[in-house]
């Protein structure tokens, strides 16, 4: 097989005095920070449909990078088959372990579902083959059930019974694939699951065929051997204008009000929830205090935009605050998929690898922050200190759901008025962050 990133080398941990645009400055694979290795603290996966598809098309404009990688024509198995090459040896000159796809990522569809399966089969066997004696494997996998005309009202949200069938062949057949090819996660993005108008909708029929669709995956997936985690993406609107997994605090009712939530995690995208008026963190404390957080998409909107931009992560202090959630979180039961994409003129292979690099820099520091928050402790230590009251013998009694309301009524009737208010320090708290993220970051 010919080397396709051609003059690409393997990129090497530099140091953040290097200029070398090619290596990383933060990410040292080796590196051991909080007992364990880096490599293993940041479990990255690479996106085959932004890395592998995506050609810098968008609405008003055609493609802009060329992603045939050698093969003759788009939309071939023998293109499948070069863009298999072209991940793997992306994935090896990284030093990334995992990839994760949707099932017509990785094959053309056809008309026919049954010549899309036969398909899916065959370029399986060649990832399998082609990743033989590598550490590489897939993360997670997934049916996309938004593209096809035939899901333009909805998937499990359909109101077309034949078409609820064509999902479940989908979903059936991705779920095959995914645990083929070793995957730990299965992931329902629920990219045309809400609606457009209630003119027409039955919200509640709608979401229990989701909740009926996801339970009957979970059965199947349990049944062919499938011990990993079921996920959910929220996403609160895009390309519906409502989305029924609006957010993680939303989905995570959901999955509780369907009897789910054994089986299912969080898989929280960083601009699914600024798009939800959220914080990235947010999302992912909602999800960790739920013992929800199952994995992440990690990449970052435009503060000056209001849609998915799906743009690779460069906000070090974001990617500080969701590594502290993921450490606490005692890691991720799946990984960190870059769901990032490269920008429409970033149009050359070696873009491709500076994307990579900046987005695996920016979570190795922030996971190098992480753990000095923790060693530093007075973030942590503020907040104990901030909920101190409750350790009274009327706080405890609170804690544990022994108080009553005349109890408390009384109390307050006894202070007549409470203590001055504490400050919550919030800039204090700000400056301290600032401080710590931009100390060094050397050993
Ligand atoms: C789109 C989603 C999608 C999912 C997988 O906004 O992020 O890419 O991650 O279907
Ligand atoms: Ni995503
Ligand atoms: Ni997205």
């Given at each position: ?223 062919i051997g499938f011990n990993g ?94 590594m502290y959630e993921i450490v ?43 753990a000095e928050i923790i060693e ?68």
């Amino acid at each position: 097989m010919s080397e396709i990133f051609q003059n690409i080398p393997e990129i090497k941990f530099e140091g953040s005095k290097s200029k070398n645009p090619l290596s990383f400055k933060y990410y040292d694979p080796e590196r051991v920070v909080l007992g364990k290795k880096m490599k293993d603290q940041l479990p990255f996966a690479m996106a085959w449909w932004h890395n592998l598809g995506a050609n810098g098309v968008d609405m008003f404009g055609r493609g802009t990078i060329d992603k045939r990688f050698g093969a003759e024509k788009e939309g071939t198995m023998e293109h499948a088959k070069a863009k298999v090459d072209a991940g793997i040896e992306f994935m090896k000159k990284l030093g990334i372990k995992y990839y994760c796809f949707h099932d017509v990522d990785l094959v053309p569809e056809a008309d026919d579902i049954n010549e899309t399966n036969r398909r899916l089969d065959e370029i399986s066997d060649y990832i399998l083959e082609k990743t033989k004696g590598t550490d590489i494997t897939c993360l997670w996998g997934t049916a996309n059930m938004f593209s096809n005309p035939r899901f333009m009202n909805g998937a499990g949200s359909t109101n077309d019974v034949d078409v609820y069938c064509f999902a479940a062949a989908q979903v059936k057949k991705a779920l095959d694939i995914t645990v083929k090819l070793g995957g730990k996660g299965y992931v329902f993005w629920g990219g045309r699951e809400g609606y457009e108008t209630l003119l027409n909708t039955k919200v509640k029929f709608e979401q229990e065929n989701i909740a009926s669709l996801m339970k009957m995956a979970r059965d199947y997936g349990r049944s062919i051997g499938f011990n990993g985690t079921f996920l959910i993406e929220p996403k609160p609107k895009e390309p519906m204008k409502h989305q029924y997994d609006f957010d993680a605090a939303t989905a995570i009712g959901f999955l509780k009000e369907y009897g789910l939530d054994k089986d299912f995690k969080m898989n929280i995208e960083a601009n699914h929830a600024t798009l939800a008026g959220h914080t990235f963190q947010h999302e992912l404390r909602i999800s960790r205090i739920n013992d929800m957080l199952g994995s992440i998409d990690a990449n970052q909107g435009d503060i000056m935009l209001g849609w998915d931009t799906d743009c690779f992560p460069s906000n070090v202090y974001d990617t500080t605050l969701a590594m502290y959630e993921i450490v606490k979180n005692g890691g991720l039961p799946v990984g960190i998929n870059f769901d990032s994409k490269n920008r429409r003129p970033s149009n050359t292979y070696e873009d491709m690898f500076h994307a990579f690099i900046l987005g695996m820099d920016s979570f190795a520091f922030g996971l190098l922050k992480t753990a000095e928050i923790i060693e530093d402790g007075r973030l942590e230590k503020n907040v104990e200190e901030r909920y101190a009251s409750f350790d009274s013998d009327l706080g405890k009694k609170i804690r544990n759901g022994e108080a009553t309301l005349q109890m408390l009524s009384d109390r307050a009737l006894e202070l007549r008025a409470p203590k001055d208010p504490v400050s919550g320090k919030q800039e204090c708290l700000e400056g301290i962050l600032n401080n710590i993220i931009l100390s060094g970051t050397e050993n």
